[in-house]
């Protein structure tokens, strides 16, 4: 009994640090953040401190989320962060998926090309977004637009103040999606090699084709990692900001188009904090609480999904 409450002990002190390190960096800014969103009209005050009831609010209620939820940006910010969830995660995976199973048959020169694709994981989003956004760029300029008039199409304004909405949407689904595969196929590829080849063996042996192996062998046993890649990709799909104001390059409220074309959820809650009015900070408590729920409630649904489908 001594050696298990001896090392329970060792156990709670090689946790205390990380455990200190999430109460102060995670829990703690979610449970202000929660209460600040039902604090009405909150507003900083001078010494108050981190504690968000030692500062100035005008009463407790939903006025914050009432505000919010009726507010048309946030709405727009809503259906575009849920537009580009829908349509980017689900192509990121599916290619990455397919990449690494390429990647993985090729034995030659295999860690060269896993170098090249995973520089984006290691590079600066702001500076990948500048980079998207200097290859589109306007009319007159950029690679993209060379190479159409080369083939005889007509440039556009991809990221231009005079850009159209959907325009812009192809660029910002180009961007996220190559920022995204590098960390991706890194993961489906340690799943792959981790795989007994003695499937593979078995099913060649009764000629079972390529595609067949895919569906049937290759894509079960990855299911605890197309999991994994699924429930971070919808994670940071519904965070989307840096990217999107890098690409576009004028500045943290600037989201394409007349301003707020491709505002996100995130962008939007940031703009609410940027302005500090009173009331503002409430407002972004409770836009940050409903992104939190939304995240939360994909997960849990992904993850009643799983226990059917994931193999481990």
Same mark, same amino acid.
């Given at each position: 009994?001594?050696?298990?409450?001896?090392?329970?002990?060792?156990?709670?002190?090689?946790?205390?640090?990380?455990?200190?390190?999430?109460?102060?960096?995670?829990?703690?800014?979610?449970?202000?953040?929660?209460?600040?969103?039902?604090?009405?009209?909150?507003?900083?005050?001078?010494?108050?401190? =981190?504690?968000?009831?030692?500062? @100035?609010?005008?009463? /407790?209620?939903?006025?914050? $989320?009432?505000?919010?939820?009726? &507010?048309? !940006?946030?709405?727009?910010?809503?259906?575009?962060?849920?537009?580009?969830?829908?349509?980017?995660?689900?192509?990121?995976?599916?290619i990455a998926l397919f990449m690494a199973v390429a990647l993985n048959s090729i034995k030659r020169l295999q860690g060269l090309y896993q170098t090249i694709f995973f520089l984006p994981y290691v590079t600066n989003?702001?500076?990948?977004?500048?980079?998207?956004?200097?290859?589109?760029?306007?009319?007159?300029?950029?690679?993209?637009?060379?190479?159409?008039?080369?083939?005889?199409?007509?440039?556009?304004?991809?990221?231009?103040?005079?850009?159209?909405?959907?325009?812009?949407?192809?660029?910002?689904?180009?961007?996220?999606?190559?920022?995204?595969?590098?960390?991706? =196929?890194?993961?489906?590829?340690? @799943?792959?090699?981790? /795989?007994?080849?003695?499937? $593979?063996?078995?099913?060649?042996? &009764?000629? !079972?084709?390529?595609?067949?192996?895919?569906?049937?062998?290759?894509?079960?046993?990855?299911?605890?990692?197309?999991?994994y890649i699924t429930i971070t990709s919808f994670i940071g799909a519904f965070k989307a900001y840096t990217g999107i104001i890098s690409i576009f390059g004028k500045g943290p409220y600037y989201f394409g188009g007349?301003?707020?074309?491709?505002?996100?959820?995130?962008?939007?809650?940031?703009?609410?904090?940027?302005l500090g009015g009173r009331g503002q900070y409430t407002k972004a408590a409770a836009g940050a609480v409903i992104l939190l729920i939304i995240i939360l409630l994909c997960t849990c649904v992904q993850n009643l999904?799983?226990?059917?489908?994931?193999?481990?």
């Amino acid at each position: 009994m001594g050696d298990v409450n001896r090392d329970g002990w060792k156990a709670a002190i090689a946790l205390a640090p990380a455990a200190i390190l999430l109460l102060i960096f995670t829990f703690f800014p979610i449970v202000n953040t929660v209460v600040m969103s039902f604090m009405e009209n909150f507003k900083l005050a001078n010494g108050a401190g =981190i504690f968000a009831i030692n500062n @100035g609010f005008s009463g /407790i209620g939903l006025k914050g $989320y009432i505000q919010v939820l009726t &507010d048309p !940006t946030f709405l727009n910010a809503l259906l575009n962060t849920l537009i580009l969830v829908v349509v980017s995660v689900p192509l990121t995976i599916i290619i990455a998926l397919f990449m690494a199973v390429a990647l993985n048959s090729i034995k030659r020169l295999q860690g060269l090309y896993q170098t090249i694709f995973f520089l984006p994981y290691v590079t600066n989003t702001i500076a990948l977004g500048m980079v998207f956004g200097a290859m589109f760029g306007s009319v007159d300029s950029g690679l993209i637009n060379q190479l159409i008039k080369a083939f005889g199409g007509a440039p556009k304004n991809w990221t231009t103040m005079n850009a159209l909405k959907w325009d812009s949407f192809w660029v910002i689904i180009i961007y996220t999606v190559w920022n995204g595969l590098a960390f991706k =196929i890194l993961v489906f590829m340690s @799943g792959l090699q981790s /795989i007994d080849k003695q499937y $593979y063996d078995a099913a060649r042996i &009764d000629g !079972t084709s390529k595609k067949r192996i895919l569906w049937k062998i290759t894509i079960p046993l990855l299911s605890p990692q197309i999991l994994y890649i699924t429930i971070t990709s919808f994670i940071g799909a519904f965070k989307a900001y840096t990217g999107i104001i890098s690409i576009f390059g004028k500045g943290p409220y600037y989201f394409g188009g007349a301003g707020e074309d491709w505002i996100t959820v995130v962008g939007y809650i940031y703009k609410q904090m940027s302005l500090g009015g009173r009331g503002q900070y409430t407002k972004a408590a409770a836009g940050a609480v409903i992104l939190l729920i939304i995240i939360l409630l994909c997960t849990c649904v992904q993850n009643l999904v799983a226990k059917k489908r994931v193999h481990y």
